[in-house]
């Protein structure tokens, strides 16, 4: 499973409860699209995760930024995400930063509304956030391998979805890796 945060916005800790704290430890990787907004933030998140890839947002503190760079590009199941806080531009801006680094799947926040975007060639994904959805349904997302695939059957899909964090579904997505 992928799990998948942004904009936790927290002086003190990673601010994750419910369905949400369940998908951040049993994640095989959980990728955070920015705005911890302290290192303490971040060293909770890395506490509670195997293996966290994240990039800075544009809220985060001198600690955070000197930690984490502005973009990543990350591959895992099979799927290459491209992930940024934030990319001038909308949701072309986001495809286009997208395809030039040859990513199945943009991952960005700084809006903290939960959305699901299939462009021609690239999906946009923003989880939202789980701790300061901002008038917004809280949000994070997860992808997994469908129900009952079994392990070295592999047909190329991603079940997707964005959920609060108790677990309601906000959106359910499909994602097909090249």
Known sequence: MIAIFSDTHSASGHELEGEALAAAREADIVIHAGDFNTAAALEAF?????????????????????????????????????????????ETGL???????????????????????????????????????????????????????????DDGRLEGAIREPDGTLVKSFELSRR
């Open 46 to 90: 890395q506490d509670e995760c195997e293996v966290l890839v994240g990039v800075r947002g544009n809220t985060d503190s001198a600690a955070v930024r000197d930690r984490l760079p502005t973009v990543r590009v990350v591959e895992e199941g099979g799927v290459r995400f491209a992930v940024t806080h934030r990319r001038d531009g909308g």
């Open 95 to 153: 495809a286009m930063f997208g395809r030039s680094r040859d990513a199945d799947v943009v991952i960005s926040g700084h809006s903290h509304r939960p959305t699901v975007v299939e462009t021609e060639d690239v999906l946009l994904l923003n989880p939202g956030s789980h701790a300061q959805p901002r008038g917004n349904r809280p949000g994070f997302a997860v992808l997994e391998r469908p129900a009952g695939a079994e392990a070295g059957t």
